[in-house]
């Protein structure tokens, strides 16, 4: 080998070496974006803080994911609208959150990326207002769902 | 990984050392000189690969051990008055205050294992700060207001009935790629 292509046998190494440790750095799971990205409101343990307009999950959450425009308000939540993940990220996330505390015996319909990133694209005007229209809906049929504080 | 890292490292060093003996036989110094100045002086030019600061990047390895200095690893992310200097230590927050409700939460790596960990930085609420309190403003992956869910310069107590901003304290959560 001569001087010249060590030097661009150099660089392309250097150049891997940054991509792999870029990659490696990225990728995080379901439970560590969780606490990195929603934790800091809902808690670890997922109980939020009601008096503060900062919903529980524990036995409530699957109620959102089986509800049509429960998902799509789910995708406009402004803890998940500003977390600054991918939507393959959201959508582990999500799926990871009802997995944990979704009611046990009810069967849910996991997050696609696809879904996630056509949710998102569709405009909700007022999310406090899309959540009141659903949990009064849902509270006519004898759902029973956490406080929810905001006016 | 690292393993692989040492074996890419081995092999830079193997080729550095074979073309600079090449380099030494064939070239006096004076040439050297003179092709060095031009490389330098093109490398000024070139711009900087980016590097990634994010909160997915590796956080900066601190070296000191010292839990009441802003450089201490657990304070890569925060932003406010150390609870350890405030009359309470790293983890607990001084008599009179309470744990706020709703937390800051960051990723810093720990320089004695190279493992980048989740860290909770939770004010203490409920009494005026301490004036010879040691304040640090490290936010490592904060990004600005426009993006409030990344965005760390927040009183936290918001949550807690006491709104009264006291200190910050630095919790590991676990290691954040579990």
Redo the contacts between chains.
């Keep these: 080998?001569?001087?010249k292509g060590?030097?661009g046998?150099?660089i392309v190494?250097?150049l891997?070496?940054?991509l792999?440790?870029?990659a490696?750095?990225?990728?995080?799971?379901a439970?560590?974006n969780y606490?990195?990205?929603c934790?800091?409101?809902h808690?670890?343990e997922g109980r939020g803080?009601a008096?503060?307009g900062?919903p529980t999950f524990p036995g409530y959450v699957d109620e959102f994911f089986n509800d049509e425009e429960g998902r799509l308000y789910l995708m406009h939540v402004?803890?998940v609208?500003?977390?600054?993940l991918r939507n393959d990220e959201i959508s582990e996330v999500m799926n990871y959150v009802v997995d944990r505390w979704g009611k046990p015996n009810v069967e849910v319909e996991h997050f696609t990326t696809e879904e996630v990133g056509r949710l998102r694209q569709q405009p909700v005007k007022d999310v406090v207002l899309l959540r009141y229209s659903i949990t009064d809906r849902l509270a006519k049929e004898g759902v029973e769902l956490p406080e929810y504080t905001w006016p | 990984m690292s393993s692989m890292m040492n074996r890419l490292f081995n092999l830079i060093d193997k080729a550095s050392e074979k073309s600079t003996r090449q380099a030494a036989q064939h070239y006096g110094r004076r040439s050297f000189l003179a092709r060095a100045g031009t490389v330098f002086a093109g490398a000024m030019l070139v711009p900087v690969l980016p590097f990634d600061r994010s909160l997915g990047g590796a956080a900066f390895a601190a070296t000191t051990e010292d839990e009441n200095d802003c450089s201490y690893w657990k304070h890569c992310a925060l932003d406010g008055n150390l609870c350890s200097t405030s009359g309470g230590s790293l983890t607990s927050c001084p008599a009179g205050t309470e744990a706020s409700k709703v937390s800051w939460i960051g990723t810093c790596r720990n320089p004695d294992d190279e493992k980048d960990y989740l860290v909770s930085y939770n004010d203490c609420c409920g009494r005026a700060t301490v004036p010879s309190s040691t304040f640090c403003f490290t936010s490592e992956g904060e990004r600005p207001g426009y993006r409030m869910g990344l965005h760390n310069d927040i009183n936290w107590c918001m949550a807690n009935t006491n709104k009264g901003y006291h200190c910050t304290v630095s919790v590991v959560l676990g290691v954040a790629n579990t």
């Design positions: 080998m001569n001087h060590a030097g046998l150099l190494l250097l891997a070496v940054q792999l440790s870029q490696a750095a990225a990728e995080r799971s439970a560590a606490i990195l990205r934790a800091g409101c808690g670890t803080v008096s503060a900062i402004p803890g609208v500003g977390a600054g």
